[in-house]
């Protein structure tokens, strides 16, 4: 059974530090994978494509790497509007999962 | 702008039926497919299926085959989600959400444009 780990499940860091969110696949997935944001009352939004490439109007602090079956998204910098719940998803399997999600809080 | 407005929050019994709509503007409804996207109560985000609107073809992730069904109206630029005999399980808010696009090539079940949520309730 294919599977996407996320983690750590909650991350607490203060503004202007450097978040790393980690998303695992069981299997390979090549660079088949996005990241959301989703905050509570809000529609999902999506982040980063195809791994690392950033979606029309996400600002250049959120970065992501990764291939095969570790990935990782970066927020350099912390802003008060970073702190959401973030999203894996991947679209190489059937059906495209996403994973637990990360819940990045305030410290 | 580009945007995707769904109908308000449902309130149904047990066993009652439910129909979304999901009404896309700023964009040509037919280029893009348009995916269906699930949250439980504090639970995940959980991928329910896509439709492709040129064809009106559906396709369903496993576990929302037979009560779930996708549709779509060109004329009106809107898809639908019905579901059909509620259970208390189907509580939720349900997206739909546009398949990304860069060009001609559809990056499939990515999703680039979201509605802002529909809120279902099975009580009785």
């Known amino acids: 059974e294919f599977v996407l780990t996320q983690s750590p499940a909650t991350l607490s860091l203060s503004p202007g530090e450097r978040a790393t969110l980690s998303c695992r696949a069981s299997?390979?997935?090549?660079?088949?994978l996005a990241w959301y944001q989703h905050k509570p009352g809000q529609a999902p939004r999506l982040l980063i494509y195809?791994?690392?490439n950033r979606a029309t109007g996400i600002p250049a602090r959120f970065s992501g790497s990764g291939s095969g079956t570790d990935f990782t998204l970066t927020i350099s910098s912390l802003d008060i509007e970073d702190f959401a719940v973030y999203y894996c998803?991947?679209?190489?399997?059937?059906?495209?999962?996403f994973g637990q999600g990360t819940k990045l809080e305030i410290k | 702008q580009v945007q995707l407005v769904q109908s308000g929050s449902e309130l149904k019994r047990p066993g009652a039926s439910v129909t979304i709509s999901c009404k896309a503007s700023?964009?040509?409804?037919?280029?893009?497919?348009l995916n269906w996207v699930r949250q439980a109560p504090g639970q995940g985000l959980e991928w329910m299926g896509w439709?492709?609107?040129?064809?009106?073809?559906?396709s369903y992730a496993p576990g929302f085959t037979g009560r779930f069904v996708f549709s779509s109206d060109t004329s009106v630029s809107t898809a639908y989600l019905h579901i059909t005999n509620l259970e208390a399980d189907d509580s939720a808010i349900y997206y739909c959400?546009?398949?990304?696009?860069?060009?001609?090539?559809?990056?499939?079940?990515?999703?680039?444009?979201w509605g802002g949520g529909t809120s279902v309730t099975v009580s009785s």
């Open positions: 299997q390979n997935i090549h660079r088949n």
């Open positions: 700023g964009y040509t409804f037919t280029t893009y497919s």
């Open positions: 439709i492709n609107i040129n064809t009106a073809n559906p």
């Open positions: 959400a546009r398949t990304l696009r860069s060009g001609t090539y559809n990056y499939y079940y990515f999703m680039d444009v």
């Open positions: 998803q991947q679209r190489s399997k059937w059906p495209p999962l």
């Open positions: 195809d791994a690392s």
